[in-house]
């Protein structure tokens, strides 16, 4: 009788064990499914799988920032693919939560970044869609502003901004930092709109829209309707 019971109890315990294991396992799994995307590169491939060292800013320090990549098969995979920017159209998070319910997708842009050398300058880096209308997009990024001291050069990680205009053709595609969409880059593509920018900011709505502005980070899609609504577009 006593050596059914030790027997019964070594089952008992062997199997909790192993259900324990699996348990573990499985939620390991689960726990890593915030690092699971779907990339669509330029060929029209996709490949799923987990990030193992991603683009943002933060753990870029030694390489370009929102520009390459590396992935995994499964969680636990030792065995790495890298992309890069050049090599991706978008990367879609299958994880949903509820501060956003469609994913996060991460779309490779040329953004526009003018030189000594070329005004019309672009870098084609990966930026964050945060919000999608009618006649633009916005997009953000991170990235380190490097600014000169007596000390040397201080390094500050900095939130970035952008618009992407509808527009036909290659125009389409890039994305203007906010504080180039004031600046002569779009003097002639967007005829009024840095004139009509400021003005948003003026008089008795401007004080609004200034709130606004605080508030919501893609004003600027409303604005940009209103202008375009201004000149009969």
Known sequence: MVMKKILLWTVLTVSMCVYGMRHAEAQKVKDQEFRRVVVTLTSGEKVEGYLK???????????????????TSTPDDKETKKYTADEVVCIDYTEKTENNPDGIRWEARPIASPSFSSRYRTLRRLVCLQKAGENATVYWWK?????????????????????????KGEEGEIVYPYMLVNSVLLKDKKPGLKKFCKNWFKGKEGRMHKKEAKEDATW????????????GE
């Open 53 to 71: 060292k991603g683009w943002h800013a933060e753990t870029s320090l030694l390489k370009k920032s929102n520009y390459s990549f590396k992935m």
């Open 220 to 231: 600027i899609l409303d604005m940009y309707d209103a202008y375009l609504a201004e000149n």
């Open 143 to 167: 990235d380190w502003d490097v600014t000169p001291t007596k000390q040397g050069v201080q390094r500050r990680l900095v939130t970035y901004w952008g618009v992407r205009f509808h527009d």
